[in-house]
């Protein structure tokens, strides 16, 4: 009965079968994995989760946990010899009730309960073995003797009289032996397989754990394009109403321009219809004084001679030859879009700012660079760093630690408009001294520049005019994989000034050149406030 309660123990409560992977709760309750797992995910809607056996409450799904001692306790009860209740076998001898044998006689071909056991023959060819119902099996069929040896070569359970017969001249063991190397081989196998089984039991909870996830980062990204969309859609509909708003009003100017206009012809036209009778009824006068001695003959004179449409002010146009709606306005409004498009392309919408921190050794001895390795300023006292093959000497430059790869990245950075500073990216393999040090003056690097309020863009000493800039701060954005830096002001909204194209073949280093004054990296948005457009 003992045997029958431990048996029981290593079924699980919720299939009522022996377990399979027993994993445990924080309650302590254990439970086949699919069969807990099965339960949770029907719990997943009710957003609580609860000990099918104790009712626990948890408000998370709770962390199965592999339960290593039961495990070991289960495979060791599973690979010993099956008890004498669950096998069924009886003693031969017990006829008027069942009772359960504990042994078999392998010479007698009969089962042994403990009364008959003990006063069964104990000569050495009675020979004793686990209770059994296949006792024939156990019995050579040739010789009808017990199978007593193990001939290694042909894999076969040997009688005596085999071994000193076919099988003299091969390797043979006793059964023992031979079994218990075959179980040392079986522990190594099982060793193994239960090696394989963590490593994909660890790989299984791994995916789990993504699996989760995946909903979560799936909801975070569809929120990211989502406002992205809402946004570009709210600037698109400002826009929108923006250039429909220009029309209207220009449509109003230009239809008081031409109601002025006709007001004035139609006067004009009263004027010249008033004359028009008079003359008619001079021409139909008989006395030649009354029509020579006319008060109005000085109003009378020829159109052509009046000299044209001056008292109209040289309104008489025709309608189509009136003032056109100003298309060069409503068409520079719409380039804002050419702006969001731009936006997007070339990595402005990029989630998170670059940690760029200034790497001291690189900097110039006119440079002072700032505790937090954000800002650097020119100084005319020179620092006494030592001079080293990193450091840069003919140029007030310095470079980032940290260089990049691959990603897409950005950075921002503010100087004054009246300076004179560089910002850009280079090479870690470039030079440090002479002319070909300075960032966008070699193939090496890339710059915008402000000298005394005029910009440009450079890359191996070519320059590319900018022109009105208003902001002192810039970001600098990098898509590595897509072989593209681009330059921004950062205004409302963000304007595009170029991009570099470019197929990257070292690690890319954020790098700084001041003459006067000094510049500093924002760090993203800390100090600036991003444009509504830009998530």
């Known amino acids: ?45 009710s957003g609580v989760y609860s000990c099918p056996e104790c009712r626990e409450e948890f408000q998370e799904r709770p962390a199965l946990m592999r339960n290593i001692a039961l495990r070991k ?46 006063a069964h023959s104990k000569s050495p060819e009675h020979v004793l073995s686990d209770p059994t119902t296949s006792l024939e099996k156990r019995k050579c069929s040739l010789h009808k003797k017990i199978l007593e040896y193990y001939c290694t070569e042909d894999a076969a359970c040997i009688c005596v009289y085999c071994s000193a017969g076919e099988h003299r001249v091969h390797q043979v063991e006793m059964l023992n032996e031979a079994s218990q190397k075959k179980k040392k081989k079986l ?50 509909d400002d826009l929108e109403k923006k250039v429909l708003s220009e029309i209207s009003r220009q449509e109003k100017e230009e239809s008081l321009s031409l109601s002025a206009l006709i007001h004035q012809l139609e006067i004009k036209k009263d004027e010249l219809s008033r ?27 020829d159109p052509e001679e009046e000299g044209g449409d001056e008292d109209t002010g040289g309104h008489d146009k025709q309608p189509h030859d009136g003032d056109d709606l100003d298309v060069s306005v409503i068409s520079h409004t719409l380039h804002t879009l050419c702006d969001i498009i731009i936006g997007i392309r070339s990595g402005i919408y990029v989630v998170n700012p670059a940690d760029i921190l200034l790497d001291v050794t690189t900097a110039d001895n006119n440079l002072l660079i700032s505790d937090n390795l ?10 006494k760093r030592p001079e080293t093959a990193e450091r840069f000497k003919d140029y007030n430059q310095v470079m980032s630690r940290r260089g990049f790869t691959s990603g897409r990245h950005y950075w ?27 960032i966008g003056n070699n193939n090496k690097s890339w710059s915008l520049g402000s000298l005394y309020n005029q910009y440009s863009v450079t890359y191996d000493s070519k320059h590319i005019q900018l022109h009105d800039i208003s902001s002192d701060r810039f970001r600098i954005c990098l898509d590595y994989e897509a072989g593209q830096l681009s330059f921004y002001e950062l205004c409302d909204p963000i304007r595009h000034l170029h991009t570099f194209t470019a197929t990257f073949s070292e690690p890319l280093h954020a790098a700084l050149c001041v003459w006067s004054d000094s510049i500093k990296i924002l760090g993203g948005s800390r100090n600036w406030k991003k444009p509504s457009f830009m998530i």
């Open 73 to 118: 306790v289960m495979e060791k009860f599973l690979f010993t010899s099956p008890t004498q209740m669950e096998n069924g076998i009886c003693c031969t001898y017990c006829m008027d009730s069942p009772v359960p044998a504990v042994r078999s006689c392998l010479h007698c071909e009969a089962s042994l309960c403990d009364k008959h056991l003990r």
């Open 1 to 45: 009965m003992a045997s029958a309660d431990r048996r029981e123990e290593l079924d699980c409560s919720f299939c009522l079968s022996t377990y399979t992977d027993p994993v445990m709760l924080r309650c302590g309750h254990n439970f086949c994995r699919v069969c807990i797992d099965r339960v949770l995910d029907t719990q997943e809607g």
């Open 374 to 383: 954000k800002t650097a300023t020119w100084t005319g006292v020179k620092q």
């Open 412 to 438: 921002d950075v503010e100087g004054r408009r009246s300076e004179l500073w560089m910002v850009g990216m280079c090479y870690p393999s470039i030079d440090r001294r002479g002319d070909q040090s300075l």
């Open 187 to 236: 522990r190594n196998v099982l060793q193994k397989l239960i090696t394989k089984t963590n490593d994909i039991e660890e790989k299984v909870q791994s995916l789990e754990k993504h699996r989760r996830k995946a909903p979560e980062q799936a909801a975070g990204e569809a929120e990211r394009v989502t406002a992205l969309c809402t946004d570009i859609r709210r600037r698109v």
């Open 275 to 301: 004359k028009m009778r008079h003359i008619e009824e001079l021409c139909n006068m008989m006395d030649p004084l009354t029509v020579l001695q006319d008060p109005d003959n000085g109003d009378l004179c």
